[in-house]
């Protein structure tokens, strides 16, 4: 029965999708094309996930989500939204680091940090502080599109000052009209109880839909939603990172290491020391079969002796790693898994498999970077594709480590017009950004079977583990909730204490003006 239900509610969705569209087209367009970017009329013509994501933010009322597409496509044209780039931000703007996109919580949501004692509420620059914030969304939904962002508003020694109200209500509105579903929640660190009046009213603004989203954690119970990993250390993390411009801050994707030493990279330093870790792991395993070239790579010669060589070795690989189901089409490559690589705690679920296709006419260089370089092993990390060829890219988890959702992947490619000889190295600093093909792809991370022969054995036991550690956390808040009250109820005493302070001396003033009224009626 639910295969038939699930087909049915798919059949629905997609009758929704087309009537938001034709009624769009028909009660909107026609009055006025002006009044939107025609990239985004064009886009929501063909996207269906755009369409999804309003409809499904809507509880899937039509009416609603098409007043919801109208305010937000009029914003979008007013703003110049499709048009924003770097140079169109005042550059002190990034300079600051008041805004950006840095480090995932711990759902492997990307964190959207306000650090609100680095803003000064100014009339003057309020709309190019608005452009700004749609520059960082516009970046994200373009690299990790459908993919929720955790907003983290650092409140930090910030004041009264440091709030607007108005940049504050375009940022909730960025989130609950102009960019659906791509709220996961919106964290209020460390928030001064001077500011309790100014959240009530953006609890308001926030709307049913969104109010669950709203978290208020100081600086201990932001570790509950964040790992130490991507805490700075004024929050007791350990994140190194600060913030600095230029360039861009983005997930700080590094090369990985190949299984058979890590290949030519962009930095000569690093190839010179890859070199030198990858003899020792050929002595043990390949027993040196593999020669890897420190400056100088031919594609052509590589490739075809690379694929000679590894024929054997990689056939094996790739039978025990987990072969994509999904494909995104790429103007270069089409990159299989589409969104997100699979790894679990099993040895045949620690490897993974990425397959490239080339869909040009001409050879592409590629190369494959990690966020966490330490935890993966990947082969080949970069090499080239020949026209209508595929290159199978085996990505395995090193030793002891775990994969984490927070882990992410970049594929990278750039077509070479002229095949031949060539330094890797060189081509990759000299190729144009505008010309490189760039796919993220995230780590999911697969649920552990446990075994059902012994129902007795571990698993109520790590369920107990569980309980234990969710009773733990639960008292720690209820502890920390009961110092607060304590804290609060202490500082009722003292303003109670000075206010029957205050009224013995009002009585004391009364007292002394009516004797003096009655000494002076007396007769003399």
């Known amino acids: 029965m639910a295969e038939p239900e699930q087909h049915e509610g798919e059949q629905d969705l997609e009758k929704k999708i087309e009537e938001t569209r034709q009624r769009f087209k028909n009660e909107f367009l026609q009055d006025s094309t002006e009044k939107y970017d025609s990239k985004d009329v064009e886009r929501l013509q063909t996207d269906d996930a755009l369409v999804e994501g309003y409809l499904q933010w809507r509880i899937y009322v039509v009416d609603d989500a098409l007043k919801m597409i109208d305010e937000s496509f009029q914003w979008r044209k007013e703003f110049g939204v499709n048009d924003l780039t770097e140079s169109t931000i005042p550059r002190w703007m990034f300079e600051t680091g008041a805004?950006?996109?840095?480090?995932?919580?711990?759902?492997?949501n990307k964190l959207f940090w306000f650090k609100v004692k680095?803003?000064?509420?100014?009339?003057?620059?309020?709309?190019?502080?608005?452009?700004?914030?749609?520059f960082w969304l516009e970046q994200y939904a373009k690299k990790e599109p459908g993919m929720p962002l955790t907003v983290v508003f650092d409140m930090t020694e910030s004041g009264l000052?440091?709030?607007?109200?108005?940049?504050?209500?375009?940022?909730?509105?960025?989130?609950?009209?102009?960019?659906?579903?791509?709220?996961?929640?919106?964290?209020?660190?460390?928030?001064?109880?001077?500011m309790n009046a100014a959240w009530k009213i953006v609890k308001s603004w926030l709307g049913p839909e969104a109010i669950s989203k709203l978290k208020f954690a100081s600086r201990s119970e932001i570790q509950g939603y964040i790992g130490l990993e991507y805490l700075p250390p004024h929050m007791g993390g350990t994140d190194p990172f600060k913030y600095s411009y230029p360039p861009l801050p983005d997930d700080d994707f590094q090369t990985p290491i190949c299984e058979n030493g890590p290949i030519v990279s962009e930095d000569e330093t690093e190839i010179k020391e890859g070199d030198m870790e990858g003899k020792d792991a050929l002595e043990s395993s390949f027993h040196s079969e593999i020669?890897?070239?420190?400056?100088?790579?031919?594609?052509?010669?590589?490739?075809?002796?690379?694929?000679?060589?590894?024929?054997?070795?990689?056939?094996?690989?790739?039978?025990?790693?987990?072969?994509?189901?999904?494909?995104?089409?790429?103007?270069?490559?089409?990159?299989?898994?589409?969104?997100?690589?699979?790894?679990?705690?099993?040895?045949?679920?620690?490897?993974s498999l990425i397959i490239l296709s080339n869909v040009t006419k001409n050879q592409v260089a590629f190369k494959v970077r990690t966020t966490a370089p330490e935890k993966y092993r990947v082969k080949p990390s970069s090499s080239c594709c020949e026209p209508g060829a595929s290159v199978d890219i085996v990505v395995s988890i090193h030793g002891g480590s775990q994969a984490s959702p927070q882990d992410r992947f970049l594929v990278m490619a750039a077509e070479m017009e002229n095949a031949g000889s060539q330094e890797l190295a060189q081509f990759w600093k000299e190729v144009p950004k505008t010309k490189i093909m760039e796919h993220r792809l995230r780590c999911h991370v697969?649920?552990?079977?446990?075994?059902?022969?012994?129902?007795?054995?571990?698993?109520?036991?790590?369920t107990g583990t569980n309980?234990?550690?969710?009773?733990?956390?639960?008292?720690?808040?209820?502890?920390t909730c009961n110092a607060r009250m304590e804290q609060k109820l202490n500082t009722c005493l003292w303003v109670q204490k000075v206010l029957i302070g205050l009224v013995l001396v009002l009585v004391v003033l009364n007292l002394l003006c009516l004797r003096l009224l009655s000494a002076s009626q007396q007769p003399s």
């Open 467 to 479: 309980r234990e550690q969710e009773f733990n956390t639960a008292l720690m808040r209820v502890m």
């Open 446 to 462: 697969l649920e552990s079977v446990k075994p059902t022969g012994n129902p007795l054995g571990d698993g109520p036991v790590e």
């Open 291 to 351: 020669v890897v070239k420190p400056k100088k790579v031919n594609f052509l010669e590589d490739s075809m002796r690379s694929e000679d060589n590894d024929k054997g070795d990689t056939s094996a690989k790739t039978k025990r790693a987990r072969k994509p189901l999904t494909t995104f089409k790429g103007p270069l490559l089409d990159v299989s898994p589409a969104e997100e690589l699979s790894f679990g705690s099993t040895e045949t679920e620690k490897k």
């Open 161 to 194: 000052s440091n709030i607007d109200m108005d940049l504050v209500k375009y940022i909730i509105n960025c989130f609950k009209i102009y960019y659906p579903k791509f709220l996961s929640k919106m964290i209020i660190v460390d928030m001064p109880w001077i």
């Open 99 to 108: 805004v950006f996109l840095h480090g995932y919580d711990k759902e492997g």
């Open 118 to 134: 680095l803003h000064v509420k100014d009339a003057k620059t309020i709309v190019d502080k608005k452009k700004y914030v749609a």
